[in-house]
């Protein structure tokens, strides 16, 4: 126990970061650690540290120019939510403001994808300090909930857009709380201000943009409920066309109560008793959501996870969400290898990163879930000698096939039951640095889109509770991932924020693509760090992700011409669509550099 504390103590860092005086030290450490020795075995990649290189295809991808500023910078997935953003830093306000006015216009423009009916994770840099602070806005289960809750009579689990419509999927909504939490904190304008760019839109209006249309064509649910079928359609039956105005006079109303009486007017009264009598009316899949769950709601600070990568440290976000330590793991397990000599899109490159990926996602089926409710061994999962051994299993000519958890604590191991479901694709993220060199990092989400298509108030309520295991016990043991009241579910959002080994900050990003975000988000990190690309290049990379089953390659890339090359290795490949939403700052000696991704709406802007 002691021993886990101890690394614990030594890889998580709390809210005043002491990176600045032991960055150096740590660096070293962990150089020396995870430098290949005598003892590797001849076929691992630790004894291969310059691989066979293989020619980097062209890009298809149409470039997207990237965006410079010397003060400041926004980059979102909508041009109106970048703008209210960037108009809130024009006035004064900080990074956490501007976060706040950037989320209530992507909740109006982008409601597929996040609002104040589903949660948030936010990653904050404070400049002056040091400090980071890890925000968990997560949707928790309400005190209903039961362990069966999407299984059948017969014991048979619900399918997965057979759960999603409906009530029973919703879970406490987090973002307001979390958001306030974050104000209070590092805002600087007043909570009221924040929310008067969304309100003037919602009441002026919005062109519908090529995506949102897109979405709601593509949507099997939204015709289910009345809202819904409403506001996305017309009269003769069709969806609202591209570039037709939308008002939304309904949320434009919740945004003025909730700027004027706070966020207690949200979670308490009427609009909270609006929303449980949604839930629990649904005439599909009525749920168990209550006035007290709503009322009882709590975000958390929790300590970022950060560890050294070659000579800079990665610092994400802790369980229940997979993604800071996931993507830690793959990045560790990849120290031993010198990734800036092998070429991107190459056939190395994509054997590498994905065999890591099959491992650090092993791990992440078995171990995580919510660390109120589970001994979670993040401490062991992200230690060195930990990853050397697990990246000892990676061999460069063969694919490992399906990965095994690593061995941790005996008791640990036999305890917990894998949960490989991988759910959850619609999320958004934004970046933001204000003048005084504060960084926000915040992945943000209702879950699939349109969450659970029950509109109230203007607003759509999250599907969250399907990221639960809908099994929750398997082969006697128990999901570590399983539902249970008040209970976080896991995800897989990403915010981070890397630093150098002066504790500056060099780079944050993140991304939405459901249980996909983490292999985006360390390709990206890779792209940038060892690769040495421009933050917008590194996001206009093919992407190819490995989830510990198949080697997904995206499709209309060059990388489709290496199918025959990874099926040699061992990889069972598939081309799919693999719409990613990279959003990201790179702070340079220059000033700042805003990356978006052009498979989104994207927009960076600064002075």
Known sequence: MQHEENIMNFFTFSSRLIIRLVAASLFLSACQTVSPTSETRSNSIN???????????????????????????????????????????????????????????????????????????????????????????R??????????????????????????????????????????????????????ALFQPAIRLAEDGFSISPRLNKMVLRDRHLKKFKATTQYFFGLNGNAKTIGSRLTNLALAETFRTIAKSGVDAFYNGRIAQDIVNAVK??????????????????????????????????????????????????????????????????????????????????????YIGDPDFLDIPVGRLIDPEYLISRSKLIKIDRSIGKAASGKLDRNLTKKFAPDESLKGKSTSHLTVVDKSGNVVSMTTTIENPFGSHLMVRGFLLNNQLTDFSFNPIKDGKFVANSVWPGKRPRSSMAPTIIFDNAGKPVFALGSPGGSRIIGYVTKSIIAFLDWKMNIQSAFELPHFVNLNSYTDIEQGTPLVELKPALEQRGHQVRIRSMVSGLHGIAITKEGLEGGVDPRREGLPIGD
Not at 48 to 69: G, I
Not at 283 to 293: A, C, S, V
Not at 324 to 348: C, F, H, R, W
């Open 47 to 137: 004894s291969l540290p310059k691989p066979k290189l293989s020619d980097s295809p062209k890009l298809t991808v149409v470039s997207r120019p990237r965006v410079k500023a010397k003060k400041h910078l926004v980059v979102t997935a909508n041009p109106y939510a970048s703008r209210a953003g960037h108009d809130i830093l024009r006035a004064g306000g900080s990074a956490v403001d501007a976060a706040i006015a950037i989320q209530m216009v992507l909740n109006l423009v982008e409601p597929q994808s996040s609002g104040i009916g589903g949660g948030a994770f936010l990653l904050h840099f404070t400049s002056k300090s040091g400090d980071i602070d890890a925000y968990d806005g």
């Open 139 to 192: 949707e928790v289960a309400p005190q209903g909930a039961t362990p069966d809750m999407f299984q059948h009579s017969n014991g048979k689990s619900f399918k997965f857009h057979e759960a999603i419509p409906g009530g029973l999927s919703v879970g406490v909504p987090g973002l307001l709380r979390m958001l306030e939490m974050a104000h209070k904190k590092h805002g600087k304008l007043p909570w009221k």
């Open 281 to 366: 009316s649904s005439k599909i899949n009525p749920g168990r959501l209550t006035m007290n769950d709503m009322a009882g709601y709590i975000a958390k600070r929790r300590d970022p996870l950060c560890m050294p990568y070659r000579k800079w440290f990665v610092c994400g976000m802790p369980p229940p969400t997979s993604g800071g330590v996931t993507t830690l793991q793959i990045l560790g397990m990849l120290q031993g290898v010198e990734m800036a000599s092998i070429k991107p899109n190459s056939i190395d490159a994509v054997h590498l990163i994905t065999e890591a990926s099959r491992l650090a996602y092993a791990d992440r089926n078995h």
